[in-house]
Structures are given as C-alpha cells and as structure tokens.
C-alpha cells in the first residue's frame, strides 16, 4: 500500500488563527506531523494552539506573516524548514473575503483579494514543491470555497480567486503526480466559526438541506482524508451540506 501516513511529516497550515485553520492543525498533529502554525494578525490564537499542541506531546511552531506581501511566502517557508525540517505538507487556508459587488470592487479589493487567496497559496506552493519531488512524497491541499463553483456572495473578486485556486490544482497536480505528490482543493461552504456566513447563523442554516452548519472539524476531517489518500490527486471536493451537488 502506498505511504499516505502523516506520522513524522513537517505539515505548513497558513491561516491557523481562524477556525478551520485551529481545526486542520489539531487533526494534522494528532497523526503525528510536526506543524508550523502560519498566522496573520492573530498571533494570540496560534501561540495558544502551539502550545496545546506541544502539551500534548507533539511539535509546533507558531510564525506571523502577511501573506499580502509577495516575499512573504518564501520567508514563511524558510522559517518552517529552518525550525522543524522541509516541508511535506503544504495547507494553504488563509483567505480574505471583503464582501462588495461589482461595482465597488476596485483595483486596490482586486489587487488585495488575489495577493493572499491566489498569489501567496501560488508562491508557497511554487516553493515546496521542488523538495517535495526530489523526496519522492508529498501533499498540497489549497482551501477554496463553492463560490469558485457557484460565484457565491461575497464578490467577484473572491469568487475569480477561489475559481483561479482550482484552476492552479489542475496545473500542479497533473504535473507532479508522477514525483508522488498529490494536489487537490477542497472548497467548503457555510462553516460555522468562520465568520463568512451571508447572515445569522440560525437564518442561513436553513437554506442547508442537512439543516444545519458545517463545523470545522468536519472540515478538517475531510481534508485529513484527502491527505493522507495518495491516489487522491487533481480534485477538487465540496464540502456544502448538500447545497450544491455535482
């Protein structure tokens, strides 16, 4: 059977400040990887879960970046690789959604969207993957969003940067299949904790045919599956509580 084992791997989570992120680290930890906790402004929130983490036996390293920065990228990755080893494992979570219609997206939300939802998860990958195929293993799992699918709520601009997500997981993937690593999307929708929801809780719970919101967990659960799955490669997955079937 092919190695899908997250056990002793080096793990990068960027956006491990927010839920999901907070999520995606404990379920990665838990499998025995190492994680670097790559964080914006919350620096509170990841030293706290790095922590947790390091109490309960594992190893993690908190690191701030603005990932709206083109050089921040590759100083993220070399502070990974300097303090826990190269990365296996690249989770590129972080996102700005700044909800605004079309014709109150100018240059500058353009500009700002595509920095962290796009060029950044482009330029951390573009980094690892080298070291990932000279090695023979690993894994990039980019978290999207349905409005790459649907268009969503919040704007075009998020919706072009989740959409041009996907479209960068089919390059990568069918390209680096063949060194052993896999590249995939997964795109939830309507999670609780996330601060993203077009509305109260309550009110757009409704609108989910399973009745209710995801949890992150839930959502960390799914991308621990696609992870460690090393036949799983150039998909994109939706996790929407049936919302959207496809």
């Not at 989770?91 to 500058?108: C, I, M, S, Y």
């Not at 990568?172 to 993203?196: C, K, Q, W, Y």
Request: charged residues 15%; proline residues 6%; hydrophobic residues 50%.
């Amino acid at each position: 059977m092919a190695d899908g084992s997250l056990a002793g791997r080096v793990a990068l989570v960027t956006g491990a400040d927010g839920g999901i992120g907070q999520a995606l680290c404990r379920a990665i930890a838990a499998e025995g990887a190492a994680v670097v906790l790559a964080h914006g402004e919350d620096g509170a929130t990841a030293e706290a879960l790095a922590r947790e983490l390091q109490q309960a036996g594992g190893r993690a390293f908190p690191v701030g970046a603005d990932l709206g920065e083109p050089d921040a990228p590759a100083a993220l990755v070399d502070a990974a690789e300097g303090t826990l080893g190269p990365v296996d494992v690249l989770v590129a979570n972080a996102g700005v959604a700044r909800p605004a219609p079309t014709h109150e997206v100018d240059a500058a939300l353009w500009d700002a969207t595509m920095a962290v939802n796009l060029r950044a998860p482009f330029l951390l990958a573009r980094r690892v993957l080298p070291g990932m195929r000279g090695r023979g293993w690993g894994r990039v799992l980019f978290i999207t969003s349905v409005a790459g699918f649907t268009g969503g709520l919040v704007g075009p601009h998020y919706a072009a940067s989740k959409a041009a997500l996907h479209g960068l997981a089919h390059y990568v993937a069918s390209r680096a299949a063949v060194d052993g690593v896999t590249v995939n999307a997964l795109a939830p929708a309507l999670i609780a904790g996330t601060m993203m929801l077009p509305g109260p809780a309550g009110e757009v719970a409704r609108r989910v045919p399973v009745g209710r919101l995801g949890e992150p967990d839930e959502v960390a659960d799914l991308a621990h599956a696609m992870l460690a799955n090393a036949y799983l490669t150039n998909q994109v997955v939706g996790l929407d509580g049936g919302m959207y079937p496809r």
